[in-house]
């Protein structure tokens, strides 16, 4: 089975491919029935489609998709989720066996409707930018920030919130001097306070004394057109406010951190925007400098002699501020989120900035976390950009203010999504009573997605007992998402697919693993847990899952681990979880909670291939006994005379060997004789700008020698195969100083764990 | 009211008291029953003829008739005539009045009434006025003129002091100003005659309808009338009730009128008045400096003199009540009159005296006594060769600190003397040292707030505001040195600019928070206006625009003063607000709680207690941090003054009211008086210390000030109007050999942020005598201090109350000096002590200032105004604000209305007295008390003076519209111009004039109420309260008698 091949069709991966009929044999077959659903997949070759979908009667709301049964003459379809029959509507009545309309064409299970209704209001940017920064970073910042609006669509509507000591709200339609509205940095300003202030919101509208909106804004902006304009009616005023823009100007003891308010500033621009544009999509972006100090929200004390948080702090509850700050911003993001606005964080800053604690304003509204050490890198630069990129004709690349609907036949019911979003509170009869992530809904909002954007959808089968099996018999699923396209209408974009049932026995289901796709969607799960419960207990359900695959499915004789093998379909699959365990997403030691959150945060969202590569970086070896090759992501690949490129998904990192690097410095390669050299050089930094270019957030670019202090990046994620504790096995390579074992050792383990029988 | 005035004919007809016409009419039939008086007073009134004349003075009668001023007199007279004589104070001596009174109201009729009688009646009326008059006169009565010296006390002291006015009407007044007075007097009479007719007319229509009910005196005579023709103010028996109201509407009008042409003996131009004893003191002063080392026979406070700073402090700025201090508390008590004074204490000098001197006395400061740590001055004796110094104050012998050592020449005197001015000066500035310095002293900033707010804006207030504070900063001089400036504006939420003069323009942030008030600016918020004038100036053009389309109400002034609070905590400035409205929304928001039914009763005086304490405890957190607040306030309704006056009488700031503000009309008032108060001198975070020699103490503090122990003063904020009055009060007796001291040091900081200590000082002699007391006395600063006294007391004491009192003071006075320095003259003679004889006349004007008069007419943000404004009145401005100019215009000779090149003062001619039947209907009046400026017009001026001053041909064709005056290339605009600038205080251009045709415009209501010495104000004419106090005082000095009726007038 060509799972990749399916990806680009649905964009859909699924763990299984071929269902087990029952509820007992899905649970042993211990990953659960679940898909990785990317729903804003490029498809290029298949244009929307513009006009409104069909749709099954009302508590159902399936659309009408390839799979559905169909009466031509009788102008009737069964929908096969509720199986109730449906008519169709008046202009399908030329329809016929030889002219059906494309959603019922085998090659349109996915299709995207263009619905003929805009947004009222076009996609609203609210900039909230932090003015505690050193001269420099504030330049680079304020550059990057003008330039990004003439990277927003001319119509989009912008808003600007800086704050420091204070928040400043500012108001962009004043003509006669830079004007203001300025808040305490230090108070929690609820909607209503907020809509009172500034006289915006629908509660505020017709009271007497508000300001008369003008008339040239839609009614749902309800006198915010203040505040929010048109890029293109306020890009001089905002350019100018930016450019005056100073540093903020309250005296910093040198003992003292700046305040900052970044609490206070998201709570004014959430209540602004949810006051002002409710359901209209939206994002949020937050520039900070660094960590909180006051207000609400904030996640450390302004002096310099209380360290901020670590993991350790997190762990034993003894920072004062984490848990406080972790309700503040999850009730911001619940807010934000529901009224469809994505919020997202830049950080500039070598120290941490508080996303551990932020985390959830942008996990749950679908935003971007970029973690960057200061506003001047490029890493910065390029990935604002890139949230801000277009497609060919002139659209942002994102979604607004996005509702995810699953549908399924009665057969599975929704354990959960783990993804960018909150639920919706969609309760049907699909929902199953056992959550995983996000459950207890059918429908999740995600305020804003990208081609890129992957959900995890987890389900279960229903069905208690062996039924007699139809044979053909498959469950369907479908996926709608609703959303707020960048060109201003709305789309629908439907993915039906179709698993066939087994027995629980058939050695179909083990030959439908889909490998990859599981070792994401079980990750995902464990990293979902590793949030709320202790790692290390998390780490043993890793393990006990991984022990009960093998001994399902592996093919041994008991209590002979020599003899235990593993079907081609699940081979790399403990070698994923090894590194799994290992990986930063579990392992937070050497991480900063920043990080971690950071981490994670990516690990959500991304699609399955940068998934993996998440979870096992991938090694190129370049050298000159032939072309360029994938090597094992192991300590013995790291040789005198070769050239690494190690991908992350996070770091980029070239390293050069031992040999290459000294011919290197002794300038080898600047002389004709030695081209090759030169080429060989060259050939890795080619391929990493490649992958650079195609990632978001940029990732840290890294040029090393062997024995460089730069070199730790690679051989912190090398396999340990040669250790200080252990002889050399292949010989070559080089030793890793670590106490972990290395991927052999825990094959080994596992193998003789899985041959035990019970376990 | 109903009855506008019918012709004079029917007046006569009238004259039974039923009529209401008949009021006046009744007076021409005058001679009623002169009989009953005889009994009562016999003192004063019985002795001479004349005597009756007081009677009927003190008794309404007079005063409703002479609403109609020329007019009702001869009426009067006739009535009084008859009256006169029995002048007893029960009996309606003067039915005639008690005649009048009855028709409650017929305002117009009268008018028409007087006027025919008048004719007819004068001869006798006249006769019979004078008789009584007379009698009153010499009895007691009025005008003590100067040169009587009749009742001839006893030493030449009581002689100077006192006057007596002559039976006779003898216009000869022995002394100068009487003298002055009476001739002028003749000369009125046709006038008023002439007058009468046109006015008559005018106030008929225009003031029926707002004659309100005047309690006493009319009421009292109304029932009056017919039973006795003596019954006196006093009296008041049943009177008070009915018809006043009627009665006192004509009677204001009228009133000047009627008294002159009739009653040669009581004529009111023998009473004295503050235009004679100016004149006459001004011209003591013109030629000669007045040295101070006098102590005493210092100049007027409205005089023009140059003071050589001798020892004694210049007496701008501490002006005591008396230059003789008694030795005892008893003296004192004898005398009723107060002993304090009245500091000011950065009063501005005149162009031809001598700056104050600074002294930098180095790191250990200036030298005081060790005791009670009094600054070295030039009353401390040094003894021992120079080696000790004894305090002046307190007799401590301290040593001289060795750098300060100095031999003594033979006579006891430092041989340095002439060169320390601390020694010779009665008025140094001292550095101060870091031990007067609670924490380091900076420029001040000026904070300009503006209620932006829709009214503000529709009323043109903001507009106003902007260009008058643009005009400030940049139109003339500018701030004090090294002031800073900073603008808020606020509406429901406060707006702060940032001023940086790094910016292209200002910065607005808007602060809505207002429940939770900050500053959001660190940098910026205020500026030097100099170094952003680009900023300041931009932003002023564009705030009326900005706020053009505003729409919100409810302007947040409590949180502007905290946001204040924040701003300038630690640095001290002062807080110019701007308001238009009551605040009813964010932090220290108020009720509505004017309740007409409350005014003019006992209640009424609640609405003069701030309703919560917000302000006050802002104003206090104010003072702490050296901020005072000047509270401009154009209210269109009720703003609660009472609470929001806190903030700048707590803060020591000043308090500006224009109701009903019109930018057209106001603008310029508004703008004028921003400016004076910018720009004036301006100090911070003052503190005031009067030290006075062993066995007196200050007992009391008055003023705009805040007061954490009982000796130190706290002044947010000083400027050179700043005047505080101290009572003293004795402790011990006062060793009478030796001079009495007195010093008052003032801890501030000028507005370029000099940490300063400005000393004054005095001596003055002791007596034991009372007759040196009076005759050493200051009527400026006593009534200014009785003033400060009486309103304090407003918020404990009902209003009548405090009006009784402060008649009674006047009597107690006058009796004292009666008893004490004249006890050997008649008894019908009234005998007033020279420096104290102006007391009735400016007793009466208080009781009529709208801050204590009765009558339910007075706005409560007005009275509220006016209590500030006695309270924080300097002694020359209470003068003007006691006794308003009027200056004739169309006799200007040639060197009137002219600036003096040297002096920069302009010569004014020859003033009126403030009464209307003194004015000449062919002529042309500036009226000029509180400020504001009115131009009347007589019915008959001439066209040319029209022409030449307004540039119209005829009365009709006057513009009174216009509130400024036209700038026409004649010298008689001109001269008129430099006059009105002049008059308003100097503000050269900015004179505001109303300009009012008799007869022909209804504001000449207000203009009336403003003539002092007329009937108004819920008050009686000048004669008549002199006439009162006259009666009174013979109550008080007849030996107690059979069981004589306590008087009590009012």
């Given at each position: ?759 | ?10 007046a ?12 006046r009419?009744p007076p021409p039939p005058p001679p009623p029953p002169p009989?009953?008086g005889?009994?009562?007073p016999?003192?004063g009134f019985p002795m001479q003829g004349a005597s009756p004349q007081y009677m009927p003075a003190p008794q309404p009668h007079h005063p409703q008739q002479f609403q109609q001023p020329s007019q009702q007199q001869p009426q009067h007279p006739g009535a009084q005539g008859s009256m006169m004589r029995p002048p007893q104070?029960?009996?309606?001596s003067p039915q005639n009045r008690?005649l009048p ?9 009268p008018q028409?009434q007087h006027l025919p009688p008048q004719p007819q009646q004068n001869p006798h009326d006249g006769m019979a006025a004078l008789s009584n008059q007379m009698g009153g006169m010499s009895i007691g009565h009025p005008p003590p003129q100067p040169g009587m010296a009749s009742p ?10 006192r006057r007596v006015y002559p039976t006779a009407n003898s216009p000869t007044a022995a002394a100068p100003p009487a003298g002055g007075a009476m001739p002028g007097v003749s000369g009125y009479p046709p006038a008023a005659g002439t007058q009468a007719p046109?006015y ?29 023709a003596g019954?006196g103010y ?17 009677q204001?009008?009228a009133q000047p009128a009627p008294y002159e042409p009739p009653r040669p003996r009581i004529d009111p131009t023998q009473m004295p008045t503050p235009i004679s004893v ?547 003259s008649s008894p019908g003679q009234l005998i007033l002590?020279?420096?104290?004889k102006l007391?009735p006349l400016?007793?009466l ?41 009027v ?23 020859e003033l009126s007295r403030a009464s209307y039947a003194m004015l000449n209907p062919a002529g ?87 003539l002092i010495e007329d009937r108004?104000?819920?008050?009686m004419t000048y004669v008549d309260y002199v006439c009162a106090v006259h009666r009174?005082?013979q ?16």
């Amino acid at each position: 089975m060509d799972f990749e091949a399916i990806e680009d069709q649905d964009g859909v991966r699924c763990s299984w491919n071929v269902l087990p009929n029952t509820r007992i044999e899905a649970t042993r077959g211990v990953v659960p029935v679940s898909a990785l659903y990317t729903p804003l997949k490029e498809r290029p070759e298949q244009p929307p489609i513009r006009y409104e979908p069909v749709m099954c009667k009302v508590p159902c709301r399936a659309v009408l998709n390839p799979y559905c049964q169909i009466d031509v003459r009788g102008k009737l379809w069964i929908c096969p989720f509720c199986l109730q029959r449906n008519q169709f509507p008046p202009h399908y009545k030329d329809i016929s066996a030889h002219n059906l309309p494309p959603e019922l064409l085998p090659r349109f299970t996915t299709i995207e409707y263009e619905l003929p209704r805009r947004s009222p209001v076009p996609p609203v940017f609210m900039f909230v930018v932090d003015t505690c920064l050193p001269e420099d970073e504030l330049k680079a910042l304020k550059d990057s920030l003008i330039l990004a609006l003439s990277l927003v669509p001319a119509n989009a509507l912008v808003g600007l919130i800086t704050f420091g000591t204070m928040v400043q709200l500012h108001e962009l339609g004043h003509q006669d001097c830079p004007k203001s509205y300025v808040f305490r940095g230090t108070k929690d300003y609820n909607v209503k306070q907020i809509q009172e202030m500034l006289g915006i919101g629908s509660s505020i509208r017709n009271q007497p004394g508000a300001p008369q909106a003008a008339q040239s804004m839609p009614q749902q902006t309800y006198g915010a057109d203040r505040f929010v304009q048109p890029v293109e009616q306020c890009e001089f005023t905002l350019t100018s406010i930016l450019e005056q823009l100073q540093r903020d100007p309250w005296p910093v003891a040198s003992d003292r951190r700046p305040l900052r308010s970044t609490g206070a500033a998201m709570a004014v621009a959430v209540g602004m925007m949810e006051s002002a544009f409710p359901n209209a999509g939206g994002r949020i972006m937050l520039f900070c400098g660094g960590p909180a100090t006051q207000g609400p929200g904030m996640v450390v004390g302004p002096e310099l002699k209380e360290p901020i948080r670590s993991h350790h702090d997190i762990d034993k509850e003894s920072d004062r501020h984490y848990r406080k700050a972790i309700k503040f911003y999850e009730g911001l993001a619940r807010r934000a989120a529901a009224s469809g606005h994505a919020m997202d964080i830049f950080s500039g800053c070598l120290d941490q900035v508080g996303l551990a604690e932020m985390k959830s304003m942008v996990n749950w509204s679908g935003g971007s976390m970029v973690l960057t050490d200061s506003f001047v890198t490029a890493i910065f630069k390029q990935s604002f950009q890139r949230v801000l990129e277009k497609d060919e004709s002139g659209n942002l690349q994102m979604g607004f203010n996005a509702t995810l609907e699953v549908q399924t036949t009665k057969e599975l019911k929704v354990c959960g999504m783990i993804g960018p979003g909150i639920s919706a509170n969609k309760k049907s009869a699909m929902v199953s009573d056992s959550e995983i992530g996000i459950g207890g809904t059918t429908a999740w909002r995600m305020a804003a997605l990208n081609s890129r954007t992957t959900v995890g959808i987890y389900f279960e089968v229903a069905n208690q007992q062996s039924q007699a099996l139809q044979p053909g018999s498959r469950g369907l699923i479908q996926f709608a998402t609703m959303y707020q396209h960048a060109g201003g209408d709305y789309r629908m974009r439907v993915t039906t697919i179709a698993r066939s049932w087994a027995e629980g026995a058939s050695p179909d289901i083990p030959a439908s693993f889909d490998q990859e796709a599981a070792a994401v969607l079980m990750s995902r799960i464990a990293v979902y847990r590793a949030e709320q419960e202790e790692v290390g207990d998390v780490l043993r359900w890793l393990d006990r899952m991984l022990i009960r695959l093998c001994q399902k499915f592996g093919d041994y004789r008991r209590d002979d681990p020599a003899s235990f093998r593993l079907a081609p379909s699940f081979s790399i699959y403990p070698q994923f979880m090894y590194h799994l365990r290992r990986s930063q997403f579990l392992q937070v030691f050497n991480s900063s909670p920043d990080e971690t959150a950071f981490y994670r945060h990516c690990l959500f969202r991304e699609d399955t291939t940068n998934s993996l590569t998440m979870i096992q970086p991938s090694l190129m070896s370049y050298g000159f006994e032939g072309p360029p090759a994938p090597v094992l992501l192991d300590s013995v690949s790291m040789k005198p005379d070769v050239i690494l490129v190690l991908d992350t998904f996070f770091h980029i990192l070239i390293w050069h060997g031992e040999t290459i690097a000294e011919w290197r410095k002794a300038g080898y390669h600047e002389q004709p004789e030695y081209e090759n050299l030169k080429l060989l050089l060259e050939a890795p930094v080619v391929d990493a700008q490649g992958l650079l270019v195609e990632r978001m957030p940029v990732p840290r670019y890294i040029v090393c020698d062997q024995n460089g202090s730069q070199a730790r990046f690679l051989v912190s994620k090398l396999n340990p195969s040669t250790s200080y504790s252990s002889a050399n096995q292949y010989g070559g390579g080089e030793a890793v100083l670590t106490d972990d074992v290395n991927v052999s050792t825990f094959l080994s383990a596992l193998s003789g764990l899985a041959v035990k029988g019970a376990s | 009211m109903g009855a506008p005035p019918p012709p004079p004919g029917s007046a006569p007809g009238a004259q039974r008291p039923p009529m209401h016409p008949g009021q006046r009419g009744p007076p021409p039939p005058p001679p009623p029953p002169p009989p009953s008086g005889g009994p009562r007073p016999p003192p004063g009134f019985p002795m001479q003829g004349a005597s009756p004349q007081y009677m009927p003075a003190p008794q309404p009668h007079h005063p409703q008739q002479f609403q109609q001023p020329s007019q009702q007199q001869p009426q009067h007279p006739g009535a009084q005539g008859s009256m006169m004589r029995p002048p007893q104070p029960p009996t309606a001596s003067p039915q005639n009045r008690g005649l009048p009174p009855m028709p409650p109201q017929q305002m117009s009729q009268p008018q028409q009434q007087h006027l025919p009688p008048q004719p007819q009646q004068n001869p006798h009326d006249g006769m019979a006025a004078l008789s009584n008059q007379m009698g009153g006169m010499s009895i007691g009565h009025p005008p003590p003129q100067p040169g009587m010296a009749s009742p001839p006390p006893t030493s030449q002291q009581k002689l100077r002091a006192r006057r007596v006015y002559p039976t006779a009407n003898s216009p000869t007044a022995a002394a100068p100003p009487a003298g002055g007075a009476m001739p002028g007097v003749s000369g009125y009479p046709p006038a008023a005659g002439t007058q009468a007719p046109g006015y008559p007319g005018a106030s008929a229509t225009g003031y029926a309808p707002s004659a309100g009910p005047q309690t006493f005196v009319p009421g009292a005579q109304a029932p009056a009338p017919v039973s006795a023709a003596g019954a006196g103010y006093a009296r008041g028996p049943g009177v008070p009730g009915s018809p006043p109201g009627v009665a006192q509407q004509q009677q204001q009008q009228a009133q000047p009128a009627p008294y002159e042409p009739p009653r040669p003996r009581i004529d009111p131009t023998q009473m004295p008045t503050p235009i004679s004893v100016h004149t006459h003191d001004q011209e003591i002063h013109n030629e000669k400096p007045y040295s101070t080392a006098l102590k005493t026979n210092i100049p007027m406070a409205s005089t023009n003199f140059t003071a050589i700073d001798d020892g004694n402090c210049n007496p701008r700025f501490v002006r005591l009540t008396m230059y003789s201090v008694p030795h005892t508390a008893e003296l004192l008590r004898a005398s009723h009159m107060p002993l304090g004074m009245v500091v000011q204490p950065l009063a501005d000098l005149a162009p031809t005296e001598e700056p104050v001197k600074l002294i930098d006395f180095g790191e250990e400061g200036p030298i005081r006594c060790l005791r009670c740590k009094t600054y070295i001055n030039p009353y401390m004796v040094f003894i021992n060769g120079g080696k000790h110094f004894v305090c002046n104050i307190c007799r401590h012998e301290n040593t001289v600190p060795d750098d300060y050592f100095c031999n003594l020449d033979m006579a006891g005197r430092r041989l340095d003397c002439e060169m320390r001015p601390e020694l010779r000066n009665g008025t140094v500035e001292f550095v101060a040292t870091k031990d007067f310095i609670a924490r380091e002293p900076v420029p001040a900033s000026f904070v300009f707030a503006i209620d932006v707010t829709w009214n503000a804006v529709q009323n043109g207030m903001v507009s106003q505001a902007a260009a008058a504070i643009k005009d400030a900063l940049y139109g003339g001089p500018g701030l004090p040195p090294g002031a800073r400036v900073a603008i808020i504006t606020y509406d429901r939420s406060a707006h702060f600019y940032s001023l940086s003069p790094l910016l292209d323009q200002a910065q607005m942030m808007v602060v809505p928070d207002i429940h939770d008030m900050f500053v959001p600016i660190n940098d910026g918020f205020d500026a030097d206006p100099i170094e952003s004038r680009h900023v300041i100036e931009g932003l002023l053009d564009a705030l009326p625009t900005m706020f053009a389309q505003n729409r919100t109400a409810e302007p947040v002034l409590g949180a502007v003063v905290q946001a204040a609070h924040e701003a300038l905590r630690s640095r001290g400035g002062k807080l110019l607000l701007f308001q238009t409205a009551l605040p009813t929304f964010g932090p220290g928001s108020l009720k509505q709680r004017d309740d007409p039914k409350l005014h003019n009763t006992d209640k009424e005086r609640t609405l003069y207690e701030p309703q919560d304490s917000f302000y006050h405890d802002w104003a206090v957190k104010l003072v702490e941090e050296g901020i005072s607040c000047n509270l401009y306030t154009f209210p269109s309704a009720y703003m609660d003054l009472a609470t929001l006056s806190q903030l700048s009488t707590v803060t020591s700031g000043e308090l500006y009211s224009y109701p009903g503000f019109d930018a057209g009309r106001d603008g310029k008032r508004f703008a004028a008086d921003l400016r004076a108060d910018v720009q004036r001198t301006y100090g911070t975070n003052a503190v005031l210390r009067i030290r006075t020699s062993d066995g007196l103490r200050v007992d009391e503090h008055y003023g705009n000030l805040y007061m954490r122990n009982h000796v130190d003063v706290e002044l947010a904020g000083v400027s050179s109007d700043t005047a505080i009055g101290a009572l003293l009060q004795y402790d011990e007796k006062l060793d009478e050999k030796q001079d009495v001291y007195f010093q008052a040091a003032l801890l501030y900081t000028t507005s370029d942020g000099q940490r300063r200590i400005r000393v004054h000082n005095l001596a003055v002699p002791c007596t034991t005598l009372i007759g040196s007391m009076f005759r050493n006395s200051e009527i400026d600063a006593s009534m200014n201090l009785i003033a400060k006294m009486a309103v304090a007391e407003a918020q404990t004491t009902p209003l009548k109350a405090i009006r009784d009192k402060l008649s009674d003071r006047c009597v107690q006075i006058l009796t004292a000096y009666r008893r004490n320095c004249a006890s050997g003259s008649s008894p019908g003679q009234l005998i007033l002590p020279e420096a104290y004889k102006l007391s009735p006349l400016y007793t009466l004007s208080l009781l009529k200032s709208p801050a204590l008069r009765g009558g339910a007419d007075v706005p409560i943000d007005q009275r509220t105004f006016h209590m500030y404004l006695l309270r924080q009145l300097s002694v020359p401005k209470s003068v003007r604000y006691f006794y308003p100019t009027v200056a004739p215009l169309h006799t200007l000779g040639e060197s009137e209305g002219v600036v003096d090149e040297s002096t920069g003062i302009v010569s004014l001619p020859e003033l009126s007295r403030a009464s209307y039947a003194m004015l000449n209907p062919a002529g042309a009046y500036f009226l000029s008390g509180d400020g504001s400026l009115v131009f009347w017009l007589g019915r008959q001026v001439p066209p040319q003076f029209l022409q030449e001053a307004l540039g119209a041909s005829s009365l009709e064709q006057v513009d009174v519209k216009q509130h400024a005056l036209p700038e026409l290339d004649t010298a008689l605009s001109r001269k008129i111009r430099t006059i009105a600038d002049q008059l308003v205080g100097n503000r050269a251009g900015f004179a505001y004039v109303q300009i009012i045709r008799q007869g022909m415009d209804q504001a000449e209501v207000q203009f009336a109420s403003k003539l002092i010495e007329d009937r108004n104000n819920d008050n009686m004419t000048y004669v008549d309260y002199v006439c009162a106090v006259h009666r009174q005082i013979q109550v008080e000095v007849r030996p107690k008698g059979p069981a004589e009726p306590k008087w009590s007038y009012n």
